[in-house]
């Protein structure tokens, strides 16, 4: 059985619009998810890594919402450029992204 060394989970779970928990796909977590799995196979993590589209992480109301495992590490990510600082800091330096963490 492969064995990542991360593994990124994108919330990217879509309510009705009025529902009142919103959801992070309304939130651009899609965008979100595309770029961690670019970034990711540009900088050759394949195999050792992987992201992937998740459905509800319950967490939407504080979202677009993603977790890193095996840490369980969750983070708010709301912009695609921070898809960057986690990569570079957590994933391959091994430090959580303070300023991203869901709170």
């Not at 912009?79 to 992204?97: K, N, S, T």
Request: hydrophobic share 35%; with cysteine; glycine share 8%.
């Amino acid at each position: 059985m492969p064995y990542f060394e991360r593994h990124v989970f994108v919330c990217t779970n879509r309510r009705d619009p009025n529902n009142p928990k919103g959801s992070c796909a309304q939130k651009g977590s899609e965008l979100i998810c595309e770029a961690f799995k670019k970034e990711m196979h540009a900088r050759g993590l394949k195999g050792r890594m992987r992201a992937n589209a998740s459905g509800c992480l319950d967490q939407c109301a504080r979202g677009p919402s993603v977790v890193v495992y095996p840490e369980q590490v969750w983070y708010t990510v709301e912009r695609v450029e921070d898809v960057h600082a986690i990569i570079q800091e957590h994933l391959l330096g091994g430090q959580p992204v303070e300023r991203l963490r869901m709170r």
